[in-house]
């Protein structure tokens, strides 16, 4: 297996992230992000800079569409990535 590399950092901020500040997040090879904005429509809310060398893949709507019909458990997988990004805490009332 070959081993993926690479670190990048999570910012939260108005404007694009300076390379001294602290990300809120670290993200590694194997890792995602931008699941939020891609399921709910919303606008993005982060900024995502290399800290090292990193290779992406982009996944397009329309592919992430063809993946959930044809595999509907997949979104409760998505769901919970979601709630952990968005530090969501279940709540009964």
């Known amino acids: 297996d070959e081993e ?3 670190m990048a ?3 939260l901020s108005a404007e694009a992230p300076k390379w001294s500040d602290e990300e809120v997040k670290g993200v590694r090879g194997g890792d995602y992000f931008g ?3 891609l399921l709910t429509g919303q606008r993005r809310s982060s900024w ?3 800290r090292t060398y990193c290779v992406c893949s982009l996944l397009h ?4 569409d063809e ?3 044809s595999d509907p458990s997949c979104v ?3 769901a919970r990535s979601m709630q952990k990004a968005l530090n969501l805490r279940p709540h009964v009332e």
């Open 9 to 11: 950092g999570i910012f």
């Open 76 to 78: 409760v997988r998505l």
């Open 61 to 64: 709507k329309r592919v992430i």
């Open 67 to 69: 993946v959930i019909a």
């Open 48 to 50: 995502v800079m290399a």
């Open 35 to 37: 699941e939020v904005a």
């Open 4 to 6: 993926v590399k690479g």
